[in-house]
């Protein structure tokens, strides 16, 4: 629904953080990267860990979610409650989703796809939330698509099967867009820890139901807690509620690019903790994608998301 004249001209000038939110985002997107790893050594189902790494991310977060509530800027108000469990059910379906794609199609197949939710943020800010990304966003996201495109075209197949994995990889990429876009929204009022911890809680609850119902709930072994905690504490808290604290002052597009530079910096993450060497088709897409990244981020801040009508 479009925004109103009479919302945008109520959005109140950004508080000027004392944190650049530039440096934020990318170091936000270097503790993201850290996902993959962590997952790949816990070696456990992926509703497990999500719920798993999702509580023990309520928990850290639980003093400062606590000040928010002080300072009544955690979700009080219907409209917001019902936003957060919006974006608690959007993130969780782009965990389950995503994961579950990889069981049907290729993992440079499911990259991709997943990887095409800025194309949908950038109209979608733009018709919602009154955002305005300038030129350099628009390049870098050319960019950033484009780096993804090379890393992933290497390992590309068609088939029935495959289709299927597509569509999944589809639905995750489309459920992160509108978690972004809710989030941009209420951190105008929220704040970062207030709304990430509830979202958080929301979505240990439904990763906890999908392992009931499919009969995989159980008590994590010591090494798999570790793991989850590590995921919490570097990926989730410093990578995640980070980059919901930049939704304040940068646009959704430059928080959904961020998230492209996962893999290539992932790679180069497995490279030296694992010894796994990345083809050359990661690497030059790599280049490109954390080049746009950059590009993107040179966009002058953005104000508070006027409200959505």
């Given at each position: ?114 990887s095409l939710h800025p194309l ?101 072994s010591l090494r798999v807690a ?84």
């Amino acid at each position: 629904m479009p925004v109103p004249a009479h919302a945008a001209s109520q959005t109140r000038a950004p508080r000027r953080s004392p944190f650049p939110a530039s440096l934020g985002v990318a170091g936000a997107t270097l503790a993201v990267s850290f996902s993959a790893i962590f997952i790949r050594l816990a070696g456990s189902d992926a509703a497990t860990i999500v719920w798993l790494r999702m509580s023990l991310a309520v928990l850290l977060l639980a003093p400062f979610a606590a000040r928010d509530v002080r300072l009544r800027r955690a979700p009080r108000e219907r409209r917001d409650l019902g936003l957060v469990a919006a974006g608690a059910v959007f993130l969780a379906g782009h965990f389950l989703f995503w994961t579950a794609s990889l069981a049907y199609t290729s993992v440079a197949a499911s990259v991709l796809l997943v990887s095409l939710h800025p194309l949908v943020v950038a109209p979608l800010g733009r018709r919602l939330l009154g955002e305005r990304p300038g030129a350099a966003t628009y390049a870098g996201m050319g960019l950033a698509v484009a780096g993804t495109l090379i890393t992933c075209a290497g390992d590309l197949r068609v088939d029935a099967r495959a289709l299927t994995g597509d569509l999944l990889a589809i639905a995750g990429g489309l459920c992160l867009a509108g978690y972004l876009l809710i989030g941009r929204n209420l951190r105008s009022s929220l704040g970062a820890a207030g709304y990430s911890a509830a979202v958080y809680a929301g979505v240990a609850a439904a990763a906890a139901a999908v392992a009931a119902a499919g009969g995989t709930a159980h008590l994590p072994s010591l090494r798999v807690a570790a793991l989850c905690l590590a995921l919490a504490a570097v990926c989730t808290v410093a990578g995640h509620t980070v980059l919901n604290w930049a939704l304040r002052h940068v646009r959704a597009v430059t928080v959904s690019l961020a998230f492209l530079g996962e893999p290539p910096l992932a790679a180069l993450l497995a490279l030296a903790i694992l010894g796994a060497v990345p083809p050359v088709t990661t690497v030059a897409g790599g280049v490109l994608i954390l080049a746009g990244l950059a590009l993107a981020l040179r966009d002058p801040p953005a104000l508070p998301a006027p409200l959505v009508s």
